[in-house]
């Protein structure tokens, strides 16, 4: 059964700080792996969708990268803002289900 | 446009009560998917249906019926309801069955007091 295991649970961090967020899984059988944002009473966004088959994914400050061999993957966000404080949560996609880590909870300070 | 869109945003019942939380999505997709935030914030996936047919059932209450009436609504109903069931539900789409980007929608928060 998949398990997907986030660390850490929750960072509180001064703007303008580089950051990286933890992401393991137990079975790397996995079609790809997905970066949510979540914001307090919202839905998902989706941040970075990587292929089984990519290394890694950037989309402006943020990049993901996935070691498929060694079920992890990291959330890179440079020079934090404000804005960027939520919930982040992986998931990794078996079949036909996405399969969600606990999320890790992110503070920016300004 | 919203592009997933879910009602209600807020259910308060009381236990035993029927209760049904409507979700649309109008990016032309084939998948959706229902899934369920406990108070811990775990998402586990209830349903999926793709092109109205029924692709997932997580080991979900039969008090739990999902109905598609057609690809772009996906409906969730909840028959007797318990304490337990209180929790946010997402609704969400995606193009491609399983593999594609998820889309979601803010979530039905349901209280069953």
């Known amino acids: 059964k998949q398990e997907v295991t986030q660390i850490p649970a929750a960072l509180s961090v001064p703007e303008g700080e580089n950051l990286v967020l933890n992401c393991s899984f137990t079975?790397?059988?996995?079609?790809?792996l997905q970066w949510f944002r979540q914001d307090p009473g919202k839905g998902l966004t989706s941040l970075l969708l990587?292929?089984?088959?990519?290394r890694e994914q950037t989309s402006g400050r943020l990049n993901a990268s996935l070691d498929k061999s060694s079920g992890r993957s990291t959330l890179y966000i440079a020079a934090s803002q404000p804005g960027d404080s939520a919930t982040y949560l992986c998931?990794?996609?078996?079949?036909?289900?996405?399969?969600f880590g606990a999320g890790t909870i992110l503070r920016v300070k300004s | 446009d919203t592009a997933v869109s879910q009602t209600p945003k807020y259910l308060v019942t009381q236990m035993g009560n029927d209760k049904s939380i409507k979700c649309e999505q109008n990016?032309?997709?084939?998948?959706m998917y229902w899934y369920k935030q406990d108070s811990k914030k775990f998402l586990k996936i209830m349903f999926s249906?793709?092109?109205?047919?029924?692709?997932i059932n997580e080991t979900v209450p039969n008090r739990f019926s999902p109905k598609s009436p057609d690809k772009a609504h996906l409906n969730l109903h909840i028959n007797s309801l318990e304490l337990g069931d209180s929790a946010v539900y997402f609704c969400a789409s995606s193009r491609i069955q399983g593999v594609g980007e998820l889309f979601f929608g803010e979530g039905s928060r349901l209280t069953v007091l």
């Open positions: 249906y793709n092109n109205k047919e029924l692709i």
């Open positions: 990587i292929q089984s088959s990519q």
């Open positions: 079975d790397s059988a996995i079609y790809n």
């Open positions: 990016l032309g997709h084939d998948t």
């Open positions: 998931a990794v996609c078996e079949g036909n289900k996405l399969v």
